[in-house]
Protein backbone atom coordinates (compact mmCIF):
# COMPACT_ATOMS: atom_id res chain seq x y z
CA UNK A 1 0.00 0.00 0.00
CA UNK A 2 1.27 3.39 -0.45
CA UNK A 3 0.68 6.03 1.53
CA UNK A 4 -0.12 9.66 0.34
CA UNK A 5 -1.01 12.56 2.23
CA UNK A 6 -2.31 15.85 0.85
CA UNK A 7 -1.36 19.00 1.94
CA UNK A 8 2.44 18.33 3.27
CA UNK A 9 1.39 16.98 6.22
CA UNK A 10 1.96 13.03 7.25
CA UNK A 11 -0.91 11.83 9.23
CA UNK A 12 -0.67 9.46 12.29
CA UNK A 13 -0.98 6.20 10.52
CA UNK A 14 0.36 7.32 7.28
CA UNK A 15 -3.69 7.81 5.84
CA UNK A 16 -4.73 10.57 3.29
CA UNK A 17 -5.33 14.44 4.03
CA UNK A 18 -5.99 17.19 1.87
CA UNK A 19 -6.22 20.55 1.93
CA UNK A 20 -7.78 23.43 -0.08
CA UNK A 21 -6.28 25.35 -2.87
CA UNK A 22 -3.17 27.61 -2.19
CA UNK A 23 -1.61 30.27 -3.65
CA UNK A 24 2.30 29.07 -5.17
CA UNK A 25 5.06 30.32 -7.07
CA UNK A 26 6.26 27.82 -9.51
CA UNK A 27 10.27 27.74 -10.50
CA UNK A 28 10.64 26.74 -13.92
CA UNK A 29 14.45 25.88 -13.65
CA UNK A 30 13.92 23.89 -10.67
CA UNK A 31 10.32 22.55 -11.97
CA UNK A 32 9.75 23.06 -8.46
CA UNK A 33 6.36 25.25 -6.42
CA UNK A 34 6.53 26.66 -3.24
CA UNK A 35 3.48 28.60 -1.02
CA UNK A 36 3.40 32.35 -1.19
CA UNK A 37 0.70 35.14 -0.01
CA UNK A 38 -1.52 36.57 -2.41
CA UNK A 39 -2.83 39.95 -1.07
CA UNK A 40 -5.23 40.52 -3.95
CA UNK A 41 -6.95 37.62 -4.35
CA UNK A 42 -9.55 36.04 -1.73
CA UNK A 43 -11.22 33.40 -1.09
CA UNK A 44 -15.07 34.29 -0.28
CA UNK A 45 -16.46 30.51 -0.16
CA UNK A 46 -15.47 26.65 0.70
CA UNK A 47 -17.12 23.78 0.76
CA UNK A 48 -15.65 20.38 1.36
CA UNK A 49 -17.64 16.75 0.76
CA UNK A 50 -16.01 13.59 2.01
CA UNK A 51 -18.33 10.38 1.43
CA UNK A 52 -16.83 7.13 0.43
CA UNK A 53 -13.62 7.76 0.07
CA UNK A 54 -14.59 10.39 -2.54
CA UNK A 55 -13.27 14.36 -2.08
CA UNK A 56 -15.40 17.14 -3.76
CA UNK A 57 -14.32 20.63 -2.69
CA UNK A 58 -15.69 23.91 -4.28
CA UNK A 59 -14.01 27.45 -3.71
CA UNK A 60 -15.43 30.69 -5.52
CA UNK A 61 -12.48 33.26 -5.36
CA UNK A 62 -12.42 36.99 -6.33
CA UNK A 63 -10.10 39.18 -7.35
CA UNK A 64 -10.29 42.71 -5.03
CA UNK A 65 -7.75 44.83 -7.54
CA UNK A 66 -9.61 46.92 -10.35
CA UNK A 67 -6.38 45.49 -12.41
CA UNK A 68 -5.72 42.01 -14.28
CA UNK A 69 -3.92 39.43 -11.47
CA UNK A 70 -2.58 35.99 -12.68
CA UNK A 71 -1.96 33.73 -9.74
CA UNK A 72 -0.65 30.09 -9.74
CA UNK A 73 -3.04 27.85 -7.79
CA UNK A 74 -1.92 24.46 -6.50
CA UNK A 75 -3.26 22.13 -4.25
CA UNK A 76 -0.34 20.23 -2.74
CA UNK A 77 0.09 16.23 -1.82
CA UNK A 78 2.73 14.24 0.00
CA UNK A 79 3.70 11.48 -1.27
CA UNK A 80 5.87 9.36 1.73
CA UNK A 81 6.31 6.15 1.34
CA UNK A 82 8.26 4.51 -1.82
CA UNK A 83 7.65 0.82 -1.72
CA UNK A 84 5.58 -2.07 -2.94
CA UNK A 85 2.84 -3.53 -0.60
CA UNK A 86 2.47 -3.06 2.86
CA UNK A 87 4.39 -4.02 5.95
CA UNK A 88 7.40 -4.88 3.63
CA UNK A 89 10.89 -5.09 5.68
CA UNK A 90 13.87 -2.29 5.35
CA UNK A 91 15.52 -4.27 2.99
CA UNK A 92 12.75 -4.97 0.81
CA UNK A 93 11.52 -1.70 0.14
CA UNK A 94 11.66 -0.57 -3.52
CA UNK A 95 13.01 2.94 -4.81
CA UNK A 96 10.46 4.45 -7.54
CA UNK A 97 12.05 6.96 -9.75
CA UNK A 98 10.52 10.77 -10.22
CA UNK A 99 8.18 9.67 -13.12
CA UNK A 100 6.74 6.20 -11.40
CA UNK A 101 6.02 8.78 -8.38
CA UNK A 102 4.21 11.27 -10.52
CA UNK A 103 2.20 8.22 -11.93
CA UNK A 104 1.37 6.33 -8.44
CA UNK A 105 0.30 9.45 -7.12
CA UNK A 106 -1.99 10.35 -10.48
CA UNK A 107 -3.04 6.86 -10.28
CA UNK A 108 -4.28 6.95 -6.56
CA UNK A 109 -6.06 10.43 -6.41
CA UNK A 110 -7.41 10.22 -9.53
CA UNK A 111 -7.85 13.87 -9.53
CA UNK A 112 -9.69 16.34 -11.24
CA UNK A 113 -10.38 20.10 -11.53
CA UNK A 114 -13.11 22.58 -13.22
CA UNK A 115 -12.44 26.00 -13.65
CA UNK A 116 -16.22 27.96 -14.06
CA UNK A 117 -17.40 24.25 -15.06
CA UNK A 118 -14.93 23.64 -17.57
CA UNK A 119 -12.12 20.91 -16.93
CA UNK A 120 -8.70 21.77 -16.94
CA UNK A 121 -5.66 20.24 -16.73
CA UNK A 122 -3.48 20.22 -13.55
CA UNK A 123 0.34 19.83 -13.96
CA UNK A 124 1.79 17.52 -11.13
CA UNK A 125 4.77 18.79 -9.70
CA UNK A 126 7.38 18.76 -7.30
CA UNK A 127 7.26 21.54 -4.28
CA UNK A 128 9.30 22.81 -1.67
CA UNK A 129 7.96 21.41 2.03
CA UNK A 130 6.58 24.14 4.50
CA UNK A 131 8.54 22.49 7.24
CA UNK A 132 12.32 22.99 6.74
CA UNK A 133 12.57 19.34 8.71
CA UNK A 134 9.89 17.51 6.56
CA UNK A 135 12.11 15.19 4.53
CA UNK A 136 9.25 13.81 2.62
CA UNK A 137 8.88 14.06 -0.83
CA UNK A 138 6.34 16.97 -1.36
CA UNK A 139 4.18 17.85 -4.68
CA UNK A 140 1.44 19.80 -6.02
CA UNK A 141 -1.11 20.01 -8.47
CA UNK A 142 -0.95 23.61 -10.19
CA UNK A 143 -2.38 25.60 -12.64
CA UNK A 144 -1.76 28.82 -13.91
CA UNK A 145 -5.05 31.34 -13.90
CA UNK A 146 -5.57 35.03 -15.18
CA UNK A 147 -8.31 36.96 -13.04
CA UNK A 148 -9.81 40.22 -15.02
CA UNK A 149 -10.56 43.17 -12.78
CA UNK A 150 -12.82 42.13 -9.86
CA UNK A 151 -13.43 38.88 -11.47
CA UNK A 152 -15.15 35.95 -9.88
CA UNK A 153 -13.96 32.26 -10.67
CA UNK A 154 -15.08 29.10 -9.56
CA UNK A 155 -12.74 26.01 -9.04
CA UNK A 156 -13.89 22.59 -8.46
CA UNK A 157 -11.55 19.28 -7.82
CA UNK A 158 -12.43 15.94 -7.25
CA UNK A 159 -10.27 12.95 -6.35
CA UNK A 160 -10.09 9.72 -4.66
CA UNK A 161 -8.90 8.69 -1.36
CA UNK A 162 -8.31 6.01 1.26
CA UNK A 163 -9.07 6.29 4.72
CA UNK A 164 -8.75 2.90 6.39
CA UNK A 165 -5.72 2.90 8.34
CA UNK A 166 -5.49 -0.17 10.26
CA UNK A 167 -7.01 -3.51 10.03
CA UNK A 168 -6.27 -5.81 13.76
CA UNK A 169 -7.60 -8.76 14.88
CA UNK A 170 -10.88 -9.47 16.14
CA UNK A 171 -12.02 -7.14 13.09
CA UNK A 172 -11.41 -3.32 15.27
CA UNK A 173 -10.07 -0.95 12.35
CA UNK A 174 -8.88 2.75 12.30
CA UNK A 175 -10.16 5.25 10.00
CA UNK A 176 -9.17 8.85 9.66
CA UNK A 177 -9.55 11.88 7.45
CA UNK A 178 -7.89 15.15 7.41
CA UNK A 179 -8.15 18.53 5.96
CA UNK A 180 -6.17 21.43 5.66
CA UNK A 181 -7.71 24.74 6.45
CA UNK A 182 -4.29 26.71 7.07
CA UNK A 183 -3.28 27.15 3.44
CA UNK A 184 -6.49 29.20 3.30
CA UNK A 185 -4.55 31.59 4.97
CA UNK A 186 -2.29 32.72 2.04
CA UNK A 187 -4.67 34.47 -0.24
CA UNK A 188 -6.00 38.28 1.26
CA UNK A 189 -8.36 38.38 4.23
CA UNK A 190 -10.35 35.88 5.55
CA UNK A 191 -12.51 32.88 4.03
CA UNK A 192 -15.50 34.61 3.82
CA UNK A 193 -17.91 31.24 4.39
CA UNK A 194 -16.88 27.49 4.57
CA UNK A 195 -18.49 24.56 4.78
CA UNK A 196 -17.25 21.11 5.34
CA UNK A 197 -19.28 17.55 5.60
CA UNK A 198 -17.66 14.24 6.41
CA UNK A 199 -19.76 11.07 6.06
CA UNK A 200 -18.77 7.69 8.05
CA UNK A 201 -20.57 4.88 7.25
CA UNK A 202 -22.56 3.34 9.58
CA UNK A 203 -25.24 1.33 10.27
CA UNK A 204 -28.26 2.20 13.49
CA UNK A 205 -25.95 4.73 14.48
CA UNK A 206 -26.22 6.53 18.13
CA UNK A 207 -23.98 9.60 19.08
CA UNK A 208 -23.18 10.81 22.63
CA UNK A 209 -21.54 13.49 22.85
CA UNK A 210 -18.26 14.03 25.29
CA UNK A 211 -14.69 14.83 24.33
CA UNK A 212 -14.09 11.76 22.48
CA UNK A 213 -18.05 10.88 21.25
CA UNK A 214 -19.24 7.15 20.99
CA UNK A 215 -20.74 6.60 18.11
CA UNK A 216 -22.74 2.82 18.20
CA UNK A 217 -23.27 0.73 16.10
CA UNK A 218 -22.80 -2.78 14.40
CA UNK A 219 -20.86 -4.73 11.96
CA UNK A 220 -21.28 -8.08 10.69
CA UNK A 221 -18.82 -10.61 9.06
CA UNK A 222 -18.81 -13.94 7.58
CA UNK A 223 -18.64 -15.75 10.50
CA UNK A 224 -20.49 -13.90 13.32
CA UNK A 225 -22.17 -10.48 14.13
CA UNK A 226 -20.59 -8.24 17.17
CA UNK A 227 -21.97 -4.98 18.16
CA UNK A 228 -19.16 -2.35 18.09
CA UNK A 229 -18.52 1.36 18.67
CA UNK A 230 -16.85 3.95 17.01
CA UNK A 231 -14.76 5.71 19.02
CA UNK A 232 -14.60 9.57 17.47
CA UNK A 233 -11.55 12.32 17.76
CA UNK A 234 -12.65 14.94 15.75
CA UNK A 235 -10.75 18.43 16.07
CA UNK A 236 -12.22 20.93 16.02
CA UNK A 237 -15.01 21.44 18.29
CA UNK A 238 -18.40 22.94 16.92
CA UNK A 239 -19.35 20.20 14.71
CA UNK A 240 -23.15 18.87 14.43
CA UNK A 241 -23.69 15.65 13.56
CA UNK A 242 -26.62 14.46 10.92
CA UNK A 243 -27.38 10.20 10.61
CA UNK A 244 -28.40 10.07 6.92
CA UNK A 245 -28.45 6.58 6.74
CA UNK A 246 -26.61 4.58 6.26
CA UNK A 247 -24.42 7.80 6.89
CA UNK A 248 -23.21 9.87 10.35
CA UNK A 249 -22.56 13.13 8.63
CA UNK A 250 -19.93 15.49 10.60
CA UNK A 251 -20.67 19.32 9.52
CA UNK A 252 -18.68 22.44 10.30
CA UNK A 253 -19.69 25.90 9.16
CA UNK A 254 -17.89 28.74 9.45
CA UNK A 255 -17.86 32.69 8.58
CA UNK A 256 -15.00 35.11 8.04
CA UNK A 257 -12.63 32.44 8.88
CA UNK A 258 -8.90 32.91 9.07
CA UNK A 259 -7.72 28.97 9.59
CA UNK A 260 -5.60 28.52 11.85
CA UNK A 261 -6.36 24.67 12.76
CA UNK A 262 -6.99 22.20 10.73
CA UNK A 263 -10.06 19.31 10.20
CA UNK A 264 -8.86 16.07 11.84
CA UNK A 265 -11.64 12.88 11.97
CA UNK A 266 -10.21 9.56 13.49
CA UNK A 267 -12.71 7.11 14.21
CA UNK A 268 -11.68 3.97 15.97
CA UNK A 269 -13.62 0.66 16.73
CA UNK A 270 -13.74 -0.66 20.43
CA UNK A 271 -15.52 -4.11 20.87
CA UNK A 272 -18.67 -4.25 22.68
CA UNK A 273 -19.13 -7.82 23.70
CA UNK A 274 -18.58 -8.91 26.69
CA UNK A 275 -16.15 -6.76 28.02
CA UNK A 276 -17.51 -3.33 26.13
CA UNK A 277 -15.87 -0.56 28.76
CA UNK A 278 -18.61 1.88 27.71
CA UNK A 279 -22.18 0.29 29.29
CA UNK A 280 -19.90 -1.67 31.07
CA UNK A 281 -21.25 -5.11 30.63
CA UNK A 282 -18.90 -6.66 31.94
CA UNK A 283 -19.58 -5.07 35.44
CA UNK A 284 -22.97 -4.70 35.45
CA UNK A 285 -23.69 -8.35 34.49
CA UNK A 286 -21.70 -9.56 37.14
CA UNK A 287 -23.84 -7.30 39.48
CA UNK A 288 -26.99 -8.50 38.18
CA UNK A 289 -25.83 -12.13 38.39
CA UNK A 290 -25.85 -11.85 41.98
CA UNK A 291 -28.84 -9.71 41.97
CA UNK A 292 -31.14 -12.05 39.92
CA UNK A 293 -29.35 -15.54 41.00
CA UNK A 294 -27.94 -15.07 44.39
CA UNK A 295 -31.33 -12.54 45.31
CA UNK A 296 -28.18 -9.90 46.47
CA UNK A 297 -26.60 -6.89 45.92
CA UNK A 298 -23.00 -6.92 46.34
CA UNK A 299 -22.83 -3.51 47.74
CA UNK A 300 -19.05 -2.11 47.26
CA UNK A 301 -19.57 -3.59 43.27
CA UNK A 302 -23.17 -1.99 42.95
CA UNK A 303 -21.55 1.77 44.44
CA UNK A 304 -18.58 1.68 42.05
CA UNK A 305 -20.97 0.95 38.94
CA UNK A 306 -23.60 3.76 39.98
CA UNK A 307 -20.69 6.16 40.94
CA UNK A 308 -18.72 5.19 37.40
CA UNK A 309 -22.36 6.00 35.64
CA UNK A 310 -23.80 8.81 37.45
CA UNK A 311 -20.31 10.73 36.43
CA UNK A 312 -19.95 9.99 33.01
CA UNK A 313 -23.52 10.08 31.38
CA UNK A 314 -27.32 10.67 32.31
CA UNK A 315 -29.14 8.12 32.90
CA UNK A 316 -31.69 8.63 30.43
CA UNK A 317 -28.58 8.43 27.01
CA UNK A 318 -27.38 5.24 29.01
CA UNK A 319 -30.94 3.85 28.62
CA UNK A 320 -31.25 4.89 24.82
CA UNK A 321 -27.69 3.03 24.08
CA UNK A 322 -28.86 0.13 25.67
CA UNK A 323 -32.19 0.46 23.71
CA UNK A 324 -29.88 0.61 20.47
CA UNK A 325 -28.09 -2.19 21.59
CA UNK A 326 -31.52 -4.52 21.50
CA UNK A 327 -32.77 -2.74 18.49
CA UNK A 328 -29.51 -3.80 16.17
CA UNK A 329 -28.92 -6.84 17.77
CA UNK A 330 -29.15 -9.47 15.14
CA UNK A 331 -31.69 -12.18 15.73
CA UNK A 332 -29.64 -15.34 15.96
CA UNK A 333 -27.84 -13.52 18.28
CA UNK A 334 -30.61 -14.28 20.89
CA UNK A 335 -31.19 -17.82 20.14
CA UNK A 336 -27.86 -19.33 19.21
CA UNK A 337 -25.13 -17.65 21.24
CA UNK A 338 -22.80 -19.34 23.99
CA UNK A 339 -25.39 -19.86 27.27
CA UNK A 340 -23.05 -16.87 28.94
CA UNK A 341 -24.22 -14.58 26.02
CA UNK A 342 -27.44 -15.05 26.65
CA UNK A 343 -27.05 -14.41 30.07
CA UNK A 344 -25.84 -11.35 29.55
CA UNK A 345 -28.44 -10.26 27.50
CA UNK A 346 -31.54 -11.11 29.88
CA UNK A 347 -29.52 -8.97 32.55
CA UNK A 348 -29.40 -6.52 30.57
CA UNK A 349 -32.99 -6.19 29.19
CA UNK A 350 -33.70 -6.98 33.26
CA UNK A 351 -31.44 -3.62 33.65
CA UNK A 352 -33.06 -2.04 31.48
CA UNK A 353 -37.33 -2.56 32.30
CA UNK A 354 -36.22 -2.11 35.87
CA UNK A 355 -34.03 1.37 35.03
CA UNK A 356 -37.01 2.71 33.03
CA UNK A 357 -39.41 1.43 35.97
CA UNK A 358 -37.45 3.17 38.80
CA UNK A 359 -36.19 6.41 36.42
CA UNK A 360 -40.16 7.18 36.67
CA UNK A 361 -40.41 6.98 40.12
CA UNK A 362 -41.17 3.48 40.44
CA UNK A 363 -40.81 1.87 43.51
CA UNK A 364 -39.82 -1.82 44.50
CA UNK A 365 -41.80 -3.10 47.06
CA UNK A 366 -42.35 -6.49 45.80
CA UNK A 367 -38.35 -6.27 44.80
CA UNK A 368 -36.36 -5.76 47.76
CA UNK A 369 -32.99 -6.63 46.09
CA UNK A 370 -34.05 -4.15 43.40
CA UNK A 371 -34.78 -1.70 45.66
CA UNK A 372 -31.58 -1.77 46.93
CA UNK A 373 -29.84 -1.74 43.91
CA UNK A 374 -31.41 1.33 42.46
CA UNK A 375 -30.76 3.01 45.84
CA UNK A 376 -27.33 3.76 45.39
CA UNK A 377 -27.89 5.78 42.05
CA UNK A 378 -28.01 9.36 42.70
CA UNK A 379 -30.98 9.86 40.60
CA UNK A 380 -33.57 7.27 41.75
CA UNK A 381 -36.74 8.55 43.78
CA UNK A 382 -38.86 5.36 44.41
CA UNK A 383 -42.60 7.02 45.28
CA UNK A 384 -45.37 5.39 43.29
CA UNK A 385 -46.43 1.92 42.29
CA UNK A 386 -47.43 2.86 38.78
CA UNK A 387 -45.82 4.97 37.32
CA UNK A 388 -46.08 7.01 34.32
CA UNK A 389 -44.53 6.66 31.03
CA UNK A 390 -44.06 8.83 28.12
CA UNK A 391 -45.29 7.28 25.08
CA UNK A 392 -42.36 6.52 22.86
CA UNK A 393 -40.78 5.30 26.56
CA UNK A 394 -43.47 2.73 27.12
CA UNK A 395 -43.16 1.85 23.60
CA UNK A 396 -38.82 0.77 24.27
CA UNK A 397 -40.12 -0.44 27.54
CA UNK A 398 -42.58 -3.19 26.16
CA UNK A 399 -40.38 -4.03 23.24
CA UNK A 400 -37.29 -4.97 25.91
CA UNK A 401 -39.93 -6.39 28.24
CA UNK A 402 -40.70 -8.72 25.28
CA UNK A 403 -37.03 -9.55 24.50
CA UNK A 404 -36.55 -10.21 28.58
CA UNK A 405 -39.63 -12.63 28.26
CA UNK A 406 -38.49 -14.55 25.08
CA UNK A 407 -34.74 -15.00 26.83
CA UNK A 408 -36.09 -16.04 30.19
CA UNK A 409 -38.31 -18.94 28.01
CA UNK A 410 -35.36 -20.15 26.00
CA UNK A 411 -32.99 -20.33 28.48
CA UNK A 412 -36.11 -21.88 30.51
CA UNK A 413 -35.51 -19.65 33.80
CA UNK A 414 -38.34 -18.07 36.24
CA UNK A 415 -36.69 -15.02 38.31
Known sequence: MYKITSCLLLILLALSGYCNDGSVYYNINTQSVVPINNNTIRMAEETVIFKDDKVATDFTFI???????????????????????????????????????????????????????????????????TNPNDKSDNYAYVFDVSFKPNETINIKNEYTVRTIAHQGSNLLESWAFEYILTTGKLWKGTIGKVHISVSIP????????????????????????????????????GY????????????????????????????????????????????????????????????????????SLDSSLPVEKYLELIYLFFDALPETMLSNRKPEYRMMYLNLSRFYVNAIYALYGGSFQAAPAWQEFFSYFSWYKGTTLSPAFPADVEKKYYEIGAIRDRLKKVMGVQF
Open 240 to 307: RTVYNKPYLELIWDFENLEPDFNIKCRWDTSNLEPGGYYIGLDSLNEILDDLLVKKMVDIKKTKQFAQ
Open 63 to 129: NDSNTIENATIGFPVLYDLDREGWGQYPGSVTKLSDDERLKKIENYFHFKSYLNGREIERKLVKADP
Open 202 to 237: LSNPYVIESDNPLVFYFIESKYFSLPRAYTISVAPK
